[in-house]
Every structure is written in C-alpha cells, then in structure tokens.
C-alpha cells in the first residue's frame, strides 16, 4: 500500500473517532427522570388576574411527603395548575404526582425542567 493510501486511511479512523466522540458528548449532554411522588397540598392559590383581560388558573402548591426522591433536581416544593389534579382537591390531600424531569444540556449550568402532573389522590 503507498503512502497517501496509508495517510488516507489514517485520516479515515480519525474522522470516524472524532464523530464518535461527537456523539457520546451529545448524548450526555441530556437527562431524563421520571417517577410517582407522594405530594401533600399546602394551599391552593386562587384564579387571578395577571394583566389586564388575562387570568391565570388556580394553581396547587405541594409540598414532599416522602423521603426525597433521587431525581435531577430537589423536589422539597412542587405545584402545578388544578387541572393536572382530581376534582375536589382542598388543602391537606395527600395526592401522587407523575414528576418528570428534563436536562436538556447538562453544560449551560441551568437546573433541569420540572413537570407535575397528572397526580391522583394516595
């Protein structure tokens, strides 16, 4: 084999490990987490106005009622708007909350995104 095969080669298997690097950087730029956690409702925050002709939705506060889960980031507090909740719900339910957290780019130094929601009475 002459030698600009063999350099041709070489800079072949480079190319090739340097997109494989590529692609295991990316994949670990990103997490998942999901679990059921057992929440007890502190106070439900009324529907009020936010500016002028737009309201928001009466929103559940929460707070852990289980030993903290390993997820991406602390869950001590939690809500969610009472849609994602039974009918009924009042303060002092125990309720149990799909959690899904999402890292999308564990470089930017930002916290993972925290979803709540549908939660069920325990």
């Known amino acids: 084999m002459s030698l600009p095969a063999k350099l041709d080669r070489v800079k ?3 190319a090739c490990v340097a997109v494989l690097a590529v ?3 990316l994949v670990g730029c990103s997490s998942d987490w999901e679990e059921d956690v057992q929440f007890k409702v502190t106070r ?6 936010v500016t002028p002709g737009h309201t928001s ?6 707070a852990l009622d289980q ?3 390993d997820g991406l980031v602390s869950l001590n ?3 969610a708007d009472i849609d994602q ?3 009924g719900i009042k303060a002092d339910d125990v309720v149990i909350c799909k959690i899904r957290q999402v890292e999308r780019n564990n470089l930017d130094g930002l916290e993972a995104e925290t979803t709540v929601g549908p939660c ?3």
């Open 57 to 62: 939705p009466p929103y559940v506060v929460l």
């Open 85 to 87: 909740f039974p009918d």
């Open 12 to 14: 072949a298997l480079k």
């Open 44 to 49: 439900i925050v009324p529907e009020r106005q």
């Open 120 to 122: 069920r009475m325990a």
């Open 67 to 69: 030993d903290d889960p």
């Open 23 to 25: 692609g295991i950087l």
């Open 77 to 79: 507090t939690a809500g």
